[in-house]
């Protein structure tokens, strides 16, 4: 059973960057699609990106593409979302998300397919 701990946001302005890191343990972690997640008050949990086990595929939320990167090293078991032109829009509490997959699966999208989370971070963006 994978654990996972995210890190990194915080407070910043619009047009700014931040990094989002996701440490997980206790699991094969390349044998695990990742994503993050975002849930912002009053609103549905979203995805933002989603990555394959390898890292070969990625997927992005239309709001998001061209402005945000998934990637993961699988030797160090970490997951990173590197966000930059940060909006309003984006302020939410950001969550990783794991499930296993096998090799040729397509790649999960929905947060209902994801059977493993994070606690979150908040991600605040000012005007």
């Known amino acids: 059973q994978v654990r996972l701990r995210e890190s990194g946001g915080g407070l910043v302005q619009a047009g700014g960057s931040l990094t989002l890191s996701c440490a997980a343990s206790?699991?094969?972690?390349?044998?695990?699609?990742m994503g993050w997640f975002r849930q912002a008050p009053g609103k549905e949990r979203e995805l933002v990106a989603a990555?394959?086990?390898?890292?070969?595929?990625?997927n992005y939320a239309d709001a998001v593409k061209g402005r945000f990167t998934i990637s993961r090293d699988n030797a160090r078991n970490m997951l990173s979302l590197q966000m930059n032109s940060l909006r309003p829009e984006d302020t939410a509490v950001y969550h990783c998300?794991?499930?296993?997959?096998?090799?040729?699966?397509?790649?999960?999208?929905?947060?209902?397919?994801?059977?493993?989370w994070g606690q979150g971070t908040q991600v605040a963006v000012s005007s």
């Open positions: 998300a794991a499930v296993r997959t096998i090799i040729t699966a397509p790649l999960p999208v929905l947060p209902e397919k994801y059977n493993y």
């Open positions: 990555i394959s086990r390898a890292g070969g595929t990625t």
């Open positions: 206790g699991g094969p972690f390349r044998e695990y699609a």
